[in-house]
Protein backbone atom coordinates (compact mmCIF):
# COMPACT_ATOMS: atom_id res chain seq x y z
CA UNK A 1 0.00 0.00 0.00
CA UNK A 2 2.04 2.80 -1.14
CA UNK A 3 0.58 5.98 0.24
CA UNK A 4 3.33 8.37 -1.45
CA UNK A 5 3.73 8.15 -4.77
CA UNK A 6 6.45 9.31 -7.84
CA UNK A 7 5.23 7.86 -10.45
CA UNK A 8 7.98 9.13 -12.79
CA UNK A 9 11.18 7.07 -12.02
CA UNK A 10 13.25 9.35 -13.96
CA UNK A 11 13.36 12.58 -16.14
CA UNK A 12 15.71 14.40 -18.41
CA UNK A 13 16.15 18.19 -18.64
CA UNK A 14 17.89 20.50 -20.32
CA UNK A 15 20.29 22.91 -18.48
CA UNK A 16 18.59 26.37 -17.46
CA UNK A 17 14.91 24.83 -18.13
CA UNK A 18 12.53 24.15 -15.87
CA UNK A 19 12.21 20.82 -14.06
CA UNK A 20 9.04 19.66 -12.74
CA UNK A 21 8.73 16.44 -10.05
CA UNK A 22 5.47 14.97 -9.36
CA UNK A 23 4.32 13.35 -6.38
CA UNK A 24 0.94 12.29 -5.10
CA UNK A 25 -0.60 11.02 -2.06
CA UNK A 26 -3.45 9.18 -0.30
CA UNK A 27 -3.68 9.66 3.13
CA UNK A 28 -5.91 13.18 4.28
CA UNK A 29 -4.21 12.84 7.54
CA UNK A 30 -0.53 13.98 6.15
CA UNK A 31 -0.29 17.67 6.87
CA UNK A 32 3.45 17.81 6.02
CA UNK A 33 5.50 17.56 3.48
CA UNK A 34 9.15 17.79 1.96
CA UNK A 35 11.44 17.08 -0.63
CA UNK A 36 14.46 14.99 -0.23
CA UNK A 37 17.67 14.78 -2.92
CA UNK A 38 20.25 11.90 -2.85
CA UNK A 39 23.36 11.94 -4.59
CA UNK A 40 24.58 8.29 -5.06
CA UNK A 41 26.83 7.06 -2.00
CA UNK A 42 25.87 10.06 -0.07
CA UNK A 43 22.28 10.31 2.64
CA UNK A 44 19.01 12.19 1.68
CA UNK A 45 19.78 15.85 1.85
CA UNK A 46 16.59 18.05 2.81
CA UNK A 47 15.10 20.49 0.34
CA UNK A 48 12.22 22.29 1.04
CA UNK A 49 8.98 21.16 2.93
CA UNK A 50 5.79 22.77 3.33
CA UNK A 51 2.73 22.49 5.46
CA UNK A 52 -0.66 21.71 4.64
CA UNK A 53 -2.03 24.86 5.69
CA UNK A 54 0.24 26.64 2.94
CA UNK A 55 -0.04 25.94 -0.88
CA UNK A 56 2.95 27.12 -2.08
CA UNK A 57 6.83 27.55 -0.73
CA UNK A 58 9.74 28.83 -2.12
CA UNK A 59 13.67 29.10 -1.29
CA UNK A 60 15.79 29.81 -4.15
CA UNK A 61 15.45 28.08 -7.27
CA UNK A 62 13.28 25.56 -5.81
CA UNK A 63 9.45 25.53 -5.48
CA UNK A 64 6.78 23.67 -4.01
CA UNK A 65 3.08 23.54 -4.65
CA UNK A 66 1.26 21.69 -2.52
CA UNK A 67 -2.42 20.94 -4.37
CA UNK A 68 -4.47 19.31 -1.28
CA UNK A 69 -7.97 18.76 -2.74
CA UNK A 70 -6.00 16.58 -5.49
CA UNK A 71 -3.82 15.08 -3.20
CA UNK A 72 -0.59 16.61 -5.19
CA UNK A 73 2.82 17.98 -4.52
CA UNK A 74 5.47 18.93 -7.02
CA UNK A 75 8.62 20.69 -6.90
CA UNK A 76 9.91 23.01 -9.37
CA UNK A 77 13.32 23.76 -10.19
CA UNK A 78 14.35 27.25 -12.08
CA UNK A 79 16.44 27.13 -13.96
CA UNK A 80 17.90 23.41 -14.01
CA UNK A 81 21.91 22.96 -13.18
CA UNK A 82 23.60 20.04 -13.97
CA UNK A 83 24.81 19.74 -10.01
CA UNK A 84 20.76 19.06 -9.23
CA UNK A 85 21.59 15.67 -11.38
CA UNK A 86 20.26 13.16 -8.61
CA UNK A 87 17.56 10.98 -7.20
CA UNK A 88 14.49 13.17 -5.90
CA UNK A 89 12.40 12.05 -3.08
CA UNK A 90 9.05 13.45 -1.77
CA UNK A 91 8.56 12.70 2.13
CA UNK A 92 4.99 13.09 3.83
CA UNK A 93 4.44 13.17 7.79
CA UNK A 94 1.61 12.26 9.61
CA UNK A 95 -0.16 14.20 11.84
CA UNK A 96 1.17 13.82 15.32
CA UNK A 97 3.72 11.55 14.58
CA UNK A 98 7.25 11.90 12.92
CA UNK A 99 7.18 8.95 10.92
CA UNK A 100 8.59 9.99 7.27
CA UNK A 101 6.41 8.43 4.42
CA UNK A 102 8.86 8.83 1.31
CA UNK A 103 7.83 8.05 -2.21
CA UNK A 104 9.81 5.59 -4.39
CA UNK A 105 11.82 8.54 -5.92
CA UNK A 106 12.38 10.20 -9.35
CA UNK A 107 15.87 10.05 -11.11
CA UNK A 108 16.60 13.78 -12.28
CA UNK A 109 19.07 14.18 -15.16
CA UNK A 110 20.21 18.13 -16.09
CA UNK A 111 21.53 18.11 -19.66
CA UNK A 112 24.65 20.36 -20.24
CA UNK B 1 28.97 20.55 13.25
CA UNK B 2 29.50 17.37 12.01
CA UNK B 3 26.98 15.55 10.55
CA UNK B 4 25.24 11.82 11.07
CA UNK B 5 27.85 9.22 11.02
CA UNK B 6 27.33 5.64 10.24
CA UNK B 7 29.45 2.52 10.44
CA UNK B 8 30.08 0.26 8.87
CA UNK B 9 30.00 1.65 5.69
CA UNK B 10 29.69 -1.58 4.02
CA UNK B 11 29.15 -5.10 5.03
CA UNK B 12 28.43 -8.92 4.17
CA UNK B 13 26.68 -11.12 6.30
CA UNK B 14 25.22 -15.06 5.70
CA UNK B 15 21.84 -15.70 6.39
CA UNK B 16 20.73 -16.41 9.64
CA UNK B 17 23.24 -14.07 11.28
CA UNK B 18 22.75 -10.79 13.65
CA UNK B 19 24.47 -7.76 12.82
CA UNK B 20 24.67 -4.38 14.63
CA UNK B 21 24.95 -0.96 12.79
CA UNK B 22 25.88 1.68 14.43
CA UNK B 23 24.82 5.55 14.31
CA UNK B 24 26.37 8.71 15.90
CA UNK B 25 23.87 12.00 15.75
CA UNK B 26 24.45 15.14 14.92
CA UNK B 27 25.34 17.15 17.78
CA UNK B 28 22.81 18.64 19.39
CA UNK B 29 20.59 16.33 17.85
CA UNK B 30 18.43 14.37 20.14
CA UNK B 31 16.08 11.47 18.14
CA UNK B 32 17.34 9.20 16.26
CA UNK B 33 15.66 7.33 13.04
CA UNK B 34 16.29 4.40 10.99
CA UNK B 35 15.35 3.75 7.95
CA UNK B 36 15.59 0.96 5.41
CA UNK B 37 15.95 1.65 1.84
CA UNK B 38 15.67 -1.48 -0.63
CA UNK B 39 16.81 -1.01 -4.26
CA UNK B 40 14.53 1.32 -6.25
CA UNK B 41 12.52 2.35 -3.56
CA UNK B 42 11.93 5.18 -0.87
CA UNK B 43 13.45 4.36 2.78
CA UNK B 44 10.72 2.82 4.75
CA UNK B 45 10.76 3.80 8.77
CA UNK B 46 11.79 1.48 10.94
CA UNK B 47 11.47 3.28 14.35
CA UNK B 48 12.42 6.24 15.77
CA UNK B 49 14.36 6.97 19.41
CA UNK B 50 13.64 9.72 21.77
CA UNK B 51 15.55 10.81 24.93
CA UNK B 52 16.84 6.52 24.90
CA UNK B 53 13.01 5.06 24.34
CA UNK B 54 11.45 4.24 21.04
CA UNK B 55 8.83 6.24 20.67
CA UNK B 56 7.78 4.81 17.40
CA UNK B 57 7.56 1.88 14.76
CA UNK B 58 6.96 0.97 11.13
CA UNK B 59 5.97 -2.68 9.93
CA UNK B 60 9.26 -4.15 11.02
CA UNK B 61 9.33 -7.42 12.63
CA UNK B 62 10.58 -7.71 16.45
CA UNK B 63 13.81 -9.29 15.53
CA UNK B 64 14.97 -5.50 14.03
CA UNK B 65 16.02 -3.55 17.76
CA UNK B 66 17.59 -0.66 18.46
CA UNK B 67 19.05 1.42 21.53
CA UNK B 68 20.26 5.20 21.78
CA UNK B 69 22.55 5.83 24.48
CA UNK B 70 23.03 9.27 26.78
CA UNK B 71 25.05 10.15 24.37
CA UNK B 72 22.17 10.16 21.23
CA UNK B 73 24.34 7.44 19.90
CA UNK B 74 22.23 4.68 18.50
CA UNK B 75 22.35 1.14 17.40
CA UNK B 76 20.21 -0.80 15.01
CA UNK B 77 20.21 -5.01 15.64
CA UNK B 78 18.99 -7.26 13.04
CA UNK B 79 18.39 -11.20 14.35
CA UNK B 80 18.00 -14.01 11.91
CA UNK B 81 18.96 -11.99 8.98
CA UNK B 82 17.41 -13.02 5.69
CA UNK B 83 18.08 -12.20 2.02
CA UNK B 84 15.68 -9.52 2.01
CA UNK B 85 17.45 -7.81 4.81
CA UNK B 86 19.63 -7.30 2.10
CA UNK B 87 19.28 -2.89 1.68
CA UNK B 88 20.75 0.57 2.53
CA UNK B 89 20.03 1.28 6.47
CA UNK B 90 20.01 4.91 6.79
CA UNK B 91 20.31 6.87 10.43
CA UNK B 92 18.76 10.26 10.53
CA UNK B 93 18.58 12.73 13.19
CA UNK B 94 16.29 15.35 14.11
CA UNK B 95 17.03 18.47 16.51
CA UNK B 96 14.73 19.29 19.80
CA UNK B 97 13.01 22.34 18.17
CA UNK B 98 12.20 20.93 14.72
CA UNK B 99 11.44 17.71 15.52
CA UNK B 100 9.40 17.04 12.39
CA UNK B 101 11.83 19.17 10.11
CA UNK B 102 15.58 19.24 9.33
CA UNK B 103 16.22 15.32 9.57
CA UNK B 104 19.82 15.25 8.45
CA UNK B 105 20.20 11.43 7.14
CA UNK B 106 23.79 9.83 7.51
CA UNK B 107 25.65 8.35 4.06
CA UNK B 108 23.61 4.78 5.18
CA UNK B 109 25.23 1.38 5.88
CA UNK B 110 25.23 -0.86 2.99
CA UNK B 111 24.27 -4.37 4.46
CA UNK B 112 24.14 -7.58 1.92
CA UNK B 113 22.69 -10.76 3.41
CA UNK B 114 23.95 -14.04 1.36
Known amino acids: DQQVKQNSPSLSVQEGRISILNCDYTNSMFDYFLWYKKYPAEGPTFLISISSIKDKNEDGRFTVFLNKSAKHLSLHIVPSQPGDSAVYFCAAIDSGTYKYIFGTGTRLKVLA | ETGVTQSPTHLIKTRGQQVTLRCSSQSGHNTVSWYQQALGQGPQFIFQ???????GRGNFPPRFSGLQFPNYSSELNVNALELDDSALYLCASSPPDRPRDGYTFGSGTRLTVV
Open chain 2, 49 to 55: YYREEEN
